[in-house]
């Protein structure tokens, strides 16, 4: 099993910033592909961005030049640089993992998911 927990989400002001954290434990040599989603209320999860142990990352259009993903090997942790936040950035970010090294954007694709950290843009 994986544990995923995530932290660093709070208020914040239209052209602030964020840095979402995301600390595994458990099995996570299984995780060969870690992501971020995000859920706004009334809506679907969707995907933010995503990692891969082979360092090939990918971006949603909507977050692409603002919000960088990375990962820190000797901590065990994924993160989220979140820059130049908009209203439209609201919503509940998860960390989620998968076993297979590829990219996904699906989010029932991947395995392991944390509770989730809550974003809130103010305008």
């Known amino acids: 099993q994986v544990q995923l927990v995530e932290s660093g989400g709070g208020l914040v002001q239209a052209g602030g910033s964020l840095r979402l954290s995301c600390a595994a434990s458990g099995r996570t040599f299984s995780m060969n592909a870690m992501g971020w989603f995000r859920q706004a209320p009334g809506k679907e999860r969707e995907f933010v961005a995503a990692?891969?142990?082979?360092?090939?990352?990918k971006y949603a259009d909507s977050v692409k030049g603002r919000f960088t993903i990375s990962r820190d090997n000797t901590k065990n942790t994924l993160y989220l640089q979140m820059n130049s936040l908009k209203p439209e950035d609201t919503g509940v970010y998860y960390c989620?993992?998968?076993?297979?090294?590829?990219?996904?954007?699906?989010?029932?694709?991947?395995?392991?998911w944390g509770q989730g950290t809550q974003v809130t843009v103010s305008s």
């Open positions: 990692f891969t142990w082979v360092s090939s990352t």
């Open positions: 989620a993992a998968r076993q297979t090294v590829v990219i996904s954007t699906i989010a029932p694709e991947y395995i392991y």
